[in-house]
């Protein structure tokens, strides 16, 4: 076919807009179908905390992860700590890259409204993360106590295996004690994680009054929800780590 | 389909379209563009014993004392030798219309505000619950909140504060926002009420008027609800004067917003005329509804879900007599759901409501508590009740009726016996408002 005055002819012209046209719009529908299909990537429709379904404590179908913001509301603060082998290891390096949901605990805590309920949550969403890799990938689970006198190295370990079998270090839910009150101060003061000892050291539900609090940090290290009593619902938590998810995908 | 599907096609349908257009050369150019005790927030430790100290945030009046605003301590320890007496009274200097006041999810802080000047003090009330310290002032509230005036509700969530506002800073009217702190004072966020404007998406059952007042949370429906009262224009003016402005009378509330807490987004919209004031959800484990009471139109209100789920307002006692607008200005809920204390101002009336069927409430009791009366604390027990007297520093009574005061009485389910009264005027302290309580237990050593 020869080109005239430099030209292709017009009808091959009006071909080949036709054909970018098309081109474009099949393009635009792969950006959607992409898109949608990352979402999908992060938002399964078979989402395994939606199986545990309403209960009497959380009845209500959770939002739509993505649907709503997280505003930031501080930043979570690195501080050393203590492994169950004893090493020193500062919070920032056992969060390393991940999304972490942070609990204070003592294991003496006996108190059904306290740190067994702490415990609960975050042992529910170590089976999400073991049933969902793109949870499991992204979500590190912490454990400190603060009570550094009981909890010794030894005594966190022995209570970690109670919940995993593997070793604490190196696996997605790593529990934590302080050396001593001095390196823990800081630590949940940074946290604003008031503890007091109670007028009773025998109570029956333990010697400490607390504050129950679950931190979700994003990757930045911020602080990006706060969970409390009545407010502890795993699917609401595992929403939220979607919502993160999503967030992260917007901005790349 | 895999996304990596869908990435390589999309990558071959680009270089296919370059290689198309090259080809073909000039003519055709194509730009590839991409595009109380009782009334506490859930999530708080609560006094289920004996409270201990009554924190009172009273207004300043000019003239009484130093004139200022203050946290007002009162002792309550039935065995101490200053009961019923005022133990420490801090002054915030000025007179800043002191209104509402909540305590922090651990109760370690009070958070106290001034509907006038939109100025915020937080008291450590945890260090000496005795002696509670002011340790932090927040000036800048309009303007770090977009423009929102009047901080009043201040509820604890879980590490944050959520305060209702009351007005806004472009023509002091009615419509507001909610605005959300960190525990530690620190803004976090806005969230506009829905409005004619902008309905945000929530059902409207008549008109969506944005205005605010209180807020609560029942967290296992993971439901949140306003209600609306009045702009700035109206709370700082003369009760008198505005009652003889038929322009100024239509600016009231008549909506409560239902939202989905956790998205923070309105769902819906109910028409509840009257300016309904407080809040009480129910606190039994399956009473899915709250009480609120409606100033103008002297009814108690019940927001309910109902057999299908879905949330409904209705209308479901009279308070008084509504012709004589007794104004009903607080409701305080027992921890068994099953009675309703009803304060109203110009009756300086308490009220006693059997809820036990919420949607059919029941008047067992009536009691002339002074003559003027506003806001009612109970303990958690239901056996201790304690009432003040101010409403508003420019809605009080004038002359021998502005009586201020805070009167503690005993309730035995039938008959409220008084135990002691403190006059705030004799006391040289103000205009008393809002009650918290405080117990040293709470905190442990």
Same mark, same amino acid.
């Given at each position: 076919?020869? =080109?005239?005055?430099?030209?292709?002819? =017009?009808?091959?012209?009006?071909?080949?807009?036709?054909?970018?046209?098309?081109?474009?719009?099949?393009?635009?529908?792969?950006?959607?179908?992409?898109?949608?299909?990352?979402?999908?990537?992060?938002?399964?429709?078979? /989402?395994?905390?939606?199986?545990?379904?309403?209960?009497?404590?959380?009845?209500?179908?959770?939002?739509?992860?993505?649907?709503?913001?997280?505003?930031?509301?501080?930043?979570?603060?690195?501080?050393?700590?203590?492994?169950?082998?004893?090493?020193? =290891?500062?919070?920032?390096?056992?969060?390393?890259?991940?999304?972490?949901?942070?609990?204070?605990?003592?294991?003496?805590?006996?108190?059904?409204?306290?740190?067994?309920? $702490?415990?609960?949550?975050?042992?529910?969403?170590?089976?999400?993360?073991?049933?969902?890799?793109?949870?499991?990938?992204?979500?590190?689970?912490?454990?400190?106590?603060?009570?550094?006198?009981?909890?010794?190295?030894?005594?966190?370990?022995?209570?970690?295996?109670?919940?995993?079998?593997?070793?604490?270090?190196?696996?997605?839910?790593?529990?934590?004690?302080?050396?001593?009150?001095?390196?823990?101060?800081?630590?949940?003061?940074?946290?604003?994680?008031?503890?007091?000892?109670?007028?009773?050291?025998?109570?029956?539900?333990?010697?400490?009054?607390?504050?129950?609090?679950?931190?979700?940090?994003?990757?930045?290290?911020?602080?990006?929800?706060?969970?409390?009593?009545?407010?502890?619902?795993?699917?609401?938590?595992?929403?939220?780590?979607?919502?993160?998810?999503?967030?992260?995908?917007?901005?790349? | 389909?895999?996304?990596?599907?869908?990435?390589?096609?999309?990558?071959?349908?680009?270089?296919?379209?370059?290689?198309?257009?090259?080809?073909?050369?000039?003519?055709?150019?194509? /730009?590839?563009? $991409?595009?109380?005790?009782?009334?506490?927030?859930?999530?708080?430790?609560?006094?289920?014993?004996?409270?201990?100290?009554?924190?009172?945030?009273?207004?300043? &009046?000019?003239? &009484?004392?130093?004139?200022?605003?203050?946290?007002? !301590?009162?002792?309550?320890?039935?065995?101490?030798?200053?009961?019923?007496?005022?133990?420490?009274?801090?002054?915030?200097?000025?007179?800043?219309?002191?209104?509402?006041?909540?305590?922090?999810?651990?109760?370690?802080?009070?958070?106290?505000?001034?509907?006038?000047?939109?100025?915020?003090?937080?008291?450590?009330?945890?260090?000496?619950?005795?002696?509670?310290?002011?340790?932090?002032?927040?000036?800048?509230?309009?303007?770090?909140?977009?423009?929102?005036?009047?901080?009043?509700?201040?509820?604890?969530?879980?590490?944050?504060?959520?305060?209702?506002?009351?007005?806004?800073?472009?023509?002091?009217?009615?419509?507001?926002?909610?605005?959300?702190?960190?525990?530690?004072?620190?803004?976090?966020?806005?969230?506009?009420?829905?409005?004619?404007?902008?309905?945000?998406?929530? /059902?409207?059952?008549?008109?969506?008027?944005?205005?605010?007042?209180?807020?609560?949370?029942?967290?296992?429906?993971?439901?949140?609800?306003?209600?609306?009262?009045?702009?700035?224009?109206?709370?700082?003016?003369?009760?008198?004067?505005?009652?003889?402005?038929?322009?100024?009378?239509?600016?009231?509330?008549?909506?409560?917003?239902?939202?989905?807490?956790?998205?923070?987004?309105?769902?819906?919209?109910?028409?509840?005329?009257?300016?309904?004031?407080?809040?009480?959800?129910?606190?039994?484990?399956?009473?899915?509804?709250?009480?609120?009471?409606?100033?103008?139109?002297?009814?108690?209100?019940?927001?309910?879900?109902?057999?299908?789920?879905?949330?409904?307002?209705?209308?479901?006692?009279?308070?008084?007599?509504?012709?004589?607008?007794?104004?009903?200005?607080?409701? $305080?809920?027992?921890?068994?759901?099953?009675?309703?204390?009803?304060? $109203?101002?110009?009756?300086? !009336?308490?009220?006693?409501?059997?809820?036990?069927?919420?949607?059919?409430?029941?008047?067992?009791?009536?009691?002339?508590?002074?003559?003027?009366?506003?806001?009612?604390?109970?303990?958690?027990?239901?056996?201790?009740?304690?009432?003040?007297?101010?409403?508003?520093?420019?809605?009080?009574?004038?002359?021998?009726?502005?009586?201020?005061?805070?009167?503690?009485?005993?309730?035995?389910?039938? !008959?409220?016996?008084?135990?002691?009264?403190?006059?705030?005027?004799?006391?040289?302290?103000?205009?008393?408002?809002?009650?918290?309580?405080?117990?040293?237990?709470?905190?442990?050593?």
């Amino acid at each position: 076919m020869a =080109r005239e005055n430099g030209r292709w002819p =017009r009808r091959i012209r009006v071909a080949a807009l036709g054909v970018g046209f098309l081109s474009l719009g099949a393009i635009a529908w792969c950006e959607s179908a992409i898109a949608h299909d990352a979402r999908q990537h992060i938002v399964p429709k078979d /989402r395994v905390e939606l199986t545990f379904g309403r209960s009497v404590d959380y009845d209500y179908d959770p939002p739509e992860p993505g649907s709503y913001v997280l505003p930031t509301l501080g930043n979570a603060a690195d501080g050393r700590m203590r492994a169950p082998d004893g090493r020193t =290891r500062n919070l920032y390096e056992v969060m390393d890259d991940r999304i972490c949901v942070l609990a204070f605990i003592y294991t003496r805590c006996t108190d059904p409204d306290g740190c067994p309920l $702490s415990m609960g949550l975050l042992d529910t969403l170590d089976f999400v993360g073991k049933s969902d890799p793109i949870v499991g990938d992204a979500l590190r689970l912490i454990t400190i106590s603060f009570d550094p006198e009981y909890d010794t190295p030894e005594v966190i370990g022995a209570f970690a295996a109670d919940y995993r079998e593997e070793a604490s270090e190196g696996g997605d839910w790593v529990f934590l004690t302080a050396g001593s009150q001095a390196e823990l101060k800081p630590v949940l003061k940074a946290y604003d994680q008031p503890i007091g000892r109670k007028s009773d050291a025998e109570d029956s539900l333990g010697p400490f009054v607390h504050q129950l609090r679950v931190y979700l940090i994003d990757r930045r290290h911020r602080i990006r929800n706060i969970y409390s009593l009545g407010f502890l619902d795993p699917r609401l938590v595992i929403t939220d780590v979607r919502t993160l998810l999503l967030e992260e995908q917007k901005a790349r | 389909m895999t996304q990596r599907v869908f990435q390589v096609l999309r990558n071959a349908l680009v270089l296919a379209s370059f290689a198309f257009i090259i080809a073909i050369g000039g003519g055709t150019s194509i /730009r590839v563009a $991409s595009a109380d005790e009782t009334c506490m927030s859930p999530y708080m430790a609560k006094i289920t014993g004996q409270e201990e100290y009554l924190y009172v945030w009273t207004l300043g &009046v000019d003239g &009484v004392g130093d004139g200022s605003d203050k946290l007002v !301590t009162i002792d309550v320890r039935p065995e101490s030798p200053t009961y019923g007496k005022v133990i420490n009274a801090v002054s915030v200097g000025g007179r800043h219309e002191a209104h509402h006041a909540g305590l922090t999810d651990d109760r370690r802080f009070l958070w106290a505000s001034g509907l006038d000047t939109s100025t915020i003090f937080i008291f450590d009330v945890h260090s000496d619950p005795a002696q509670p310290k002011l340790v932090k002032t927040i000036n800048d509230f309009v303007k770090v909140s977009g423009g929102v005036v009047g901080p009043h509700t201040n509820y604890a969530l879980p590490g944050r504060m959520m305060l209702t506002g009351l007005s806004n800073d472009k023509d002091h009217g009615g419509l507001t926002a909610l605005v959300e702190y960190t525990n530690q004072g620190n803004y976090v966020a806005t969230h506009w009420m829905p409005h004619a404007q902008d309905t945000m998406g929530a /059902r409207v059952e008549q008109v969506a008027d944005g205005y605010g007042y209180d807020v609560r949370v029942l967290p296992r429906k993971n439901v949140m609800l306003t209600s609306s009262f009045t702009g700035w224009s109206n709370y700082m003016m003369d009760f008198g004067k505005m009652l003889q402005d038929p322009e100024a009378m239509k600016r009231f509330g008549q909506t409560m917003v239902l939202w989905d807490y956790h998205t923070r987004k309105p769902k819906t919209v109910f028409n509840v005329p009257g300016a309904p004031l407080e809040i009480r959800f129910a606190w039994g484990a399956q009473n899915n509804y709250a009480f609120t009471s409606t100033a103008l139109t002297s009814k108690l209100w019940l927001i309910y879900e109902d057999v299908n789920g879905e949330w409904q307002a209705k209308a479901v006692a009279d308070i008084g007599d509504p012709a004589k607008i007794p104004l009903p200005v607080d409701i $305080s809920i027992s921890a068994d759901d099953s009675t309703l204390f009803v304060d $109203s101002f110009m009756d300086g !009336t308490v009220r006693v409501f059997d809820i036990s069927d919420p949607h059919s409430p029941k008047q067992i009791h009536e009691q002339v508590i002074g003559k003027q009366l506003n806001m009612v604390s109970q303990s958690w027990d239901g056996e201790r009740v304690y009432f003040t007297s101010s409403l508003l520093a420019n809605w009080d009574k004038k002359g021998e009726d502005n009586e201020q005061f805070l009167k503690a009485y005993d309730w035995d389910g039938n !008959t409220l016996t008084h135990r002691f009264t403190v006059d705030f005027t004799e006391e040289a302290l103000g205009r008393p408002h809002i009650m918290r309580f405080g117990a040293k237990s709470l905190y442990g050593s």
